[in-house]
T-cell receptor, first 114, second 114 residues
Framework: AQTVTQSQPEMSVQEAETVTLSCTYD???????LFWYKQPPSRQMILVIR??????QNATENRFSVNFQKAAKSFSLKISDSQLGDAAMYFC???????????FGEGTQLTVNP | KAGVTQTPRYLIKTRGQQVTLSCSPISGHRSVSWYQQTPGQGLQFLFE???????NKGNFPGRFSGRQFSNSRSEMNVSTLELGDSALYLC?????????????FGPGTRLTVL
């Protein structure tokens, strides 16, 4: 069974600084997808970034980028120029290529300090 | 385009009762997935429906069931409610089912079982 682990329950960062959230996963599949979702206090789950396992290039979306290490089964999220609005719970998630079922990690609560 | 909507947003029930939650996907989306979020177990996949057929099911007892209508709207039902069913129930929709499509989440239904 696939598992996703986020070892940092809480992280904090100063506004305008950079922070990296860690995620590791376990799977026997070679083709899969990885995601980072954020869940602010409103509880609305919002997609931050998506990575296809077959792509060697790391995905980027504006201030958000990932460091995807397939051999190490590691998928970290870097947030640059952190903003107060980035404060949220961040979830790493895995999906096998043939379906849309998401397996989530435990989440990392990010605090952004002014 | 309107996002995923879930009704009701909040619900209070007592043990032994049953409850039905509703989810309307983004227009044109044919896949609907349901997740349960609790502080203890985190985010867990319940089931996925695509074209009115259940495509995938998580590890939940038979008290949890769902269905999808021809307009892609979905309902989930929980019978004989237990205290442990208190949770945030999230619905997500996507265009298709296979290929790990991006899932867009609704705001959730907060169920409290007394």
């Amino acid at each position: 069974a696939q598992t996703v682990t986020q070892s940092q329950p809480e992280m904090s960062v100063q506004e305008a600084e950079t922070v990296t959230l860690s995620c590791t996963y376990d799977t026997s599949e070679s083709d899969y997808y990885l995601f980072w979702y954020k869940q602010p206090p409103s509880r609305q789950m919002i997609l931050v970034i998506r990575q296809e396992a077959y792509k060697q290039q790391n995905a980027t979306e504006n201030r958000f980028s990932v460091n995807f290490q397939k051999a190490a089964k590691s998928f970290s999220l870097k947030i640059s120029d952190s903003q107060l609005g980035d404060a949220a719970m961040y979830f790493c998630a895995y999906s096998w290529t043939s379906g849309s079922r998401l397996t989530f990690g435990e989440g990392t609560q990010l605090t952004v300090n002014p | 385009k309107a996002g995923v909507t879930q009704t009701p947003r909040y619900l209070i029930k007592t043990r032994g009762q049953q409850v039905t939650l509703s989810c309307s996907p983004i227009s044109g989306h044919r896949s609907v997935s349901w997740y349960q979020q609790t502080p203890g177990q985190g985010l867990q996949f319940l089931f996925e429906y695509f074209s009115e057929t259940q495509r995938n099911k998580g590890n939940f007892p038979g008290r949890f069931s769902g269905r999808q209508f021809s307009n892609s709207r979905s309902e989930m039902n929980v019978s004989t409610l237990e205290l442990g069913d208190s949770a945030l129930y999230l619905c997500a929709s996507s265009l298709t089912s296979g290929g790990a499509p991006t899932q867009y989440f609704g705001p959730g239904t907060r169920l409290t079982v007394l």
